[in-house]
């Protein structure tokens, strides 16, 4: 009775196969194409087989050579790699003696997304190399055009965003007579994607919701909820995790169904979105999900390194030993197989985990496994580190102290023992008697430009400018001080360099701070001054901006200098 039952089942079977193969007969070439890739492209496996075996079948019986290569093609969609690849090598060798067709380039195109799509990103950039190469010497644009997309598709994998996104963006917009429907679809969700690796989101909402409009969107499941994972990421990136968590979720349920790549990457960003959300437990679950499936299919993608350094921390903060070593390894397996497929244009550095250290922490482990002990020893170690460095800078704060010492005794010394001002004829500075950097040879700086009673009259001005200790208030600047003395900017600032050696604000800075050092040693008032009071009345915007141009100026600081002044005057007092 049940070998009966089965006898009438695969009747049943074959006659409804003949049904469907007798009502293909009426359809061109181009009709049974279509049909093709609306089935396969909606997860429709046992139909699309059948129209593929049907044209192969059909352009046999015709000897049409071109439609035979498209029929093996078509067939190749729904085998696994070893056979794909017979079915492409059979393509190959029909077509080998065709002339100025899309073979063999197309040949090539497809061998790459084969690999591609199985993770072997080396032989799929080869292969499109190949393809690109027979393309152009063929001068055919189509072809040209896949092939530029498809090696666009790699950069985008490897993270060259922006080379990817000019590529996809010419061919939305310029590849009408390219592209068909489903091309044209896919260059839009390539793009988007590039948008939000790039941070442009306003750009990549645009296409979304055009996306979501086309008819292709209503009519083709797989294509819908590839809009709604990227509305996930979008708005992942504005941190809206809730939302972006609902989106990934259908996104995967869906995905998951058809047994799609897309799953992977809709559970990576489940994970993240509930680092978002700070739940800790359900990104460990999602990303634990996602490393089996991979362990398993094999394939890999950068993104998973954040998988793994975050499960790595997970169970290294949970002390959890054999899980960290569990992940590690995983870590440098996949870091491997990436680094292997990406080495001539990887610029990647794993973030947080780089692979010689954790090759390092992956022994640590299995020593702290073995031997909890050297923990001990280890605490130690860093322990007397810690106090070597410690002592290092102890010892190297107590000389810079000494040298900020030395340098402010020299300075009050200098300063108790300066020489009279020089003498002055009607507050006038004889040029004689200004001091002259050695180097500049006035008659050269000058050119006679400023001539005598000019360059006497602003040296008497600045005289009077210092004398009345004018350069104190606040706000001066070089236009300010020439409009005071009734010059122009060009004159003051040649004769300040000129004949002080100096910038402008090189020389009211230095004005400032001899200043402040003849006042705090003489005036025992303003040394009780705060510091911001201080600066104030020299001038300075602020109490930091003085206390780095003290510094700069004196090489010692404005503590030190005022705390040698009072130990100075406390010795001098009490001699005993």
Do not use: W
């Not at 079977?13 to 049904?19: E, F, G, K, R």
């Not at 359809?27 to 049909?35: A, R, T, W």
């Not at 091309?183 to 793009?191: A, C």
């Not at 979501?212 to 209503?218: G, I, S, V, W």
């Amino acid at each position: 009775m049940k070998a009966l039952f089965i006898f009438i089942f695969l009747s049943n079977l074959c006659y409804a196969q003949n049904d469907k193969i007798d009502s293909l007969k009426t359809f061109s070439y181009k009709e049974l194409k279509n049909k093709f890739y609306n089935y396969y492209e909606n997860i429709k496996t046992d139909q699309s087989k059948i129209i593929a075996q049907y044209y192969l079948q059909k352009a046999k019986k015709e000897q049409n050579t071109l439609q035979i290569a498209d029929g093996y093609v078509l067939i190749h969609f729904n085998e696994n790699l070893s056979n794909a690849l017979k079915y492409l090598d059979s393509t190959a060798t029909v077509t080998k003696n065709l002339k100025g067709t899309k073979y063999p380039s197309q040949t090539y195109l497809m061998k790459g997304n084969l690999y591609y799509k199985h993770d072997n990103l080396k032989k799929a950039l080869d292969n499109y190399i190949l393809g690109l190469q027979y393309a152009k010497d063929q001068k055919d644009q189509k072809q040209t055009a896949y092939a530029n997309m498809d090696i666009a598709y790699l950069n985008s994998y490897i993270g060259k965003n922006a080379d990817a996104a000019k590529t996809f963006r010419y061919y939305l917009y310029n590849g009408n007579d390219i592209t068909d429907e489903s091309q044209h679809n896919q260059m839009r969700i390539s793009l988007i994607y590039c948008y939000i690796e790039l941070n442009k989101l306003d750009s990549a909402n645009i296409l979304i919701k055009e996306g979501l409009k086309t008819p292709l969107a209503f009519t083709n499941k797989y294509v819908h909820h590839q809009y709604i994972y990227y509305v996930g990421a979008y708005n992942l990136k504005l941190k809206k995790y809730d939302i972006a968590a609902k989106n990934f979720l259908a996104a995967y349920k869906y995905f998951s169904g058809v047994q799609d790549q897309n799953m992977n990457y809709s559970l990576l960003n489940i994970g993240k979105s509930y680092e978002g959300l700070k739940d800790k437990t359900k990104a460990v679950e999602n990303y634990t999900k996602l490393d089996s499936i991979i362990s398993k299919s094999g394939y890999t993608f950068p993104e998973l390194r954040d998988v793994y350094t975050f499960l790595i921390d997970h169970y290294k903060e949970n002390n959890d030993k054999e899980k960290q070593l569990y992940y590690i390894e995983r870590f440098l397996k996949v870091d491997h197989k990436l680094d292997e497929q990406f080495k001539y244009l990887s610029t990647e550095i794993p973030r947080k985990y780089d692979t010689p250290n954790l090759l390092q922490e992956k022994e640590n482990i299995i020593g702290e496994l073995k031997m909890r002990k050297k923990i001990l020893y280890l605490s130690i170690s860093i322990l007397f580190l810690v106090l070597i460095f410690i002592t290092y800078l102890y010892y190297k704060t107590k000389k810079t102290e000494q040298q900020h010492r030395k340098i402010a005794q020299d300075l009050i010394i200098s300063i108790e023992k300066r020489d009279p001002e020089p003498a002055k004829i009607d507050n006038v500075v004889l040029i004689s008697q200004v001091q002259i950097p050695k180097q500049i040879d006035i008659e050269n700086k000058n050119q006679k430009t400023i001539s005598e009673d000019v360059a006497q009259f602003i040296l008497k001005e600045l005289t009077t400018f210092e004398t009345k200790e004018l350069y104190l208030k606040k706000g001066i600047t070089l236009a300010s001080l020439a409009k005071s003395i009734k010059t122009n900017t060009t004159y003051l600032s040649e004769i300040i360099n000129t004949y002080k050696g100096k910038n402008f604000a090189a020389y009211l800075n230095d004005l400032r701070i001899d200043f402040a050092l003849n006042r705090l040693v003489k005036d025992k008032k303003f040394r009780s001054y705060k510091l911001s009071v201080i600066a104030e009345e020299l001038g300075y915007n602020n109490e930091q901006a003085f206390s780095l141009a003290f510094k700069k100026k004196t090489g010692t600081t404005l503590s030190m200098y005022i705390k040698e002044i009072d130990s100075l005057n406390d010795s001098q007092n009490n001699p005993n």
